[in-house]
């Protein structure tokens, strides 16, 4: 059955961040937006009407994480990136089995709901938890199982043979699946230093063929950063010569970038997923964001994992994106309230090469976030620029209230409706308490 959503004010997130007052948005019978725009525009309509008080704007879309180490979250929290991921996390994650995945997966997409968030973008093992776990909450995920050839990976199998399971699932089900399309499939080659050359070429291929995502952490370190560039040119380089930059490919971090580095990613429309939060947590380096965007670069906003992150608030990695591009460059102005809203919407689906989430338009999904405009960071909601300021830089997460994935509500005055949240913490907390005793 078509519904017709009302609210006092809607974000579409088009390219102009437009700002529409007495908004309607109706909601088809196959969870898709038939119509959106100002109620005396709107067309005659005998559809159910679910009338909202406070603000609507699309689901936001976190283009780079790990969500299944919610039950890691906190591990070696003050190391640097490579022995942490070495020294602390591969050996933690070396004791997880699919059911734990599930677990810190379950948890971890309630808290991304919570947030707004209705779109993630995993790179983890395990990959039927991780789906499972995904359609179970009700939100939807791009999923990128995990590739690697590094010490203790093998026993999950060689890089050729995570390749082909990959390639094997989406020759089975397609790209897209589930319920409204939820589940998108795609690679994850985990690093350049991670695998051998004709591994990246190899995916490339894989993915070429299949028109799928590849989505692999690019020059995170500078410690990564020099062992490659040493031998191949530069990561962004790698890359360019192993094919990936010719097909869809989102580049996670791309912080360590030479001038060169940033005009290739831009030249070629590469994704960028930018994760201030992490890249600052492991002391990596800060990612030139608005160097990427002028160049051509698609880029969105990513959390990365809880377990270096360390929280799944992707508006707390939107004002960290907006701080550091203004001290970077020393422009008040680099990435204005609005540039930082589209980062983690519309800019974000593009990064992914959708057009489909992220935004509020006819034939997009109804991936829906309502805003509580009684929240005090809202001093004045009926000016266009301060109600966007507010949302952004005071409001976020805490003003979520419901959230929609597809039409289905799936956050209902900040709680779960397809999952039991107190269960879901209990399972992940006692997966955490069986690592740290065993660690």
């Known amino acids: 059955m078509t519904v017709r959503f009302t609210a006092p004010v809607a974000l579409t997130c088009d390219a102009e961040c437009s700002v529409v007052r007495d908004a309607v948005v109706d909601v088809s019978d196959d969870g898709r937006l038939a119509w959106v725009g100002p109620r005396a525009q709107a067309p005659p309509s005998d559809a159910p009407v679910r009338a ?11 283009t780079h994480c790990h969500t299944p180490m919610t039950v890691l979250r906190g591990m070696g929290g003050d190391l640097p990136l490579m022995e942490w991921l070495v020294g602390v996390m591969w050996p933690a994650e070396a004791l997880l089995d699919g059911d734990d995945v599930r677990a810190g997966m379950v948890a971890g997409g309630i808290e991304l709901l919570r947030t707004g968030c209705t779109t993630s973008t995993e790179m983890y093992f395990f990959t039927d938890a991780v789906v499972d776990a995904v359609l179970a909450v009700g939100a939807r995920a791009v999923v990128t199982p995990g590739i690697i050839a590094a010490p203790g990976w093998d026993r999950l199998g060689t890089w050729e043979q995570m390749r082909d399971e990959v390639s094997a699932r989406i020759d089975a089900h397609g790209l897209r699946s589930g319920p409204a399309e939820r589940i998108e499939l795609g690679y994850g080659p985990h690093a350049a230093y991670t695998l051998p050359a004709a591994a990246l070429s190899s995916i490339a291929e894989h993915a070429a063929h299949r028109d799928a995502l590849v989505h692999i952490h690019v020059a995170e370190s500078a410690q990564e950063d ?61 990612a030139r964001v608005p160097a990427l965007r002028a160049a051509g670069a698609r880029v969105g906003l990513g959390t990365d994992g809880p377990a270096s992150g360390d929280d799944l608030d992707l508006w707390h990695q939107a004002r960290l994106a907006g701080l550091l591009a203004r001290l970077g460059t020393g422009d008040a102005a680099a990435l204005t309230a609005a540039d930082l809203l589209l980062l983690a919407t519309r800019d974000g689906a593009a990064a992914l090469g959708r057009t489909d989430i992220g935004r509020l338009a006819t034939g997009a999904w109804a991936d829906l976030v309502h805003v509580d405009l009684q929240d005090p960071a809202f001093v004045d909601p009926d000016d266009d620029a301060q109600l966007l300021s507010n949302l952004v830089w005071a409001g976020g997460a805490r003003a979520v209230r419901d959230v929609w994935v597809a039409g289905e509500q799936v956050l209902d005055a900040g709680e779960p409706t397809r999952v039991d949240a107190a269960s879901a913490l209990a399972d992940a907390r006692a997966v955490a308490r069986r690592l740290l005793a065993r660690v």
């Open 52 to 62: 909202l008080p406070g603000l609507l704007l699309p689901g936001l879309v976190n």
């Open 226 to 286: 020099a062992h490659v560039r040493e031998e191949f040119g530069s990561v962004p380089a790698l890359l360019e010569s192993s094919g990936l930059l010719a097909g869809r490919l989102l580049a996670a971090h791309s912080v360590q970038l030479s001038d060169d580095d940033v005009a290739l990613l831009g030249r070629r429309g590469a994704g960028v997923a930018h994760c201030p939060g992490s890249n600052g947590k492991l002391a990596a380096g800060i």
